[in-house]
């Protein structure tokens, strides 16, 4: 079945970097986009960056310039590098794709931006 794990949350300092991954499998992992949403706590989901199965990405433009997302066919992951981080980043982020028309979401993992 489909699954996806991500990982790579935790307590970072503004300014600092996190790299989250999100490893799949169950499906045809190399043809598929991969998108990253996040959301903030009181505040609804919002959309982070997306990658085609042919790598390219596009990003939020709140995350533009900050944000780096990046795909390894070999190992059926996505890797999101997040640098000069906000305390406004602070948010649960969960990587989903679509398979044959289905949406599936992987458990988030926190990322918390804060001194």
């Known amino acids: 079945q489909v699954q996806l794990v991500a990982s790579g949350g935790g307590l970072v300092q503004p300014g600092g970097s996190l790299r989250l991954s999100c490893a799949a499998s169950?499906?045809?992992?190399?043809?598929?986009?991969m998108s990253w949403y996040r959301q903030a706590p009181g505040k609804e989901r919002e959309f982070v960056a997306r990658i085609t199965g042919s790598s390219n990405p596009n990003y939020a433009e709140s995350v533009k310039g900050r944000f780096t997302l990046s795909r390894d066919n070999a190992r059926n992951t996505v890797y999101l590098q997040m640098n000069s981080l906000k305390a406004e980043d602070t948010a649960v982020y969960s990587c989903n794709s679509q398979v044959r028309g289905v949406t599936y979401w992987g458990k988030g993992t926190l990322v918390t931006v804060s001194s």
């Open positions: 169950g499906f045809a992992f190399s043809t598929s986009a």
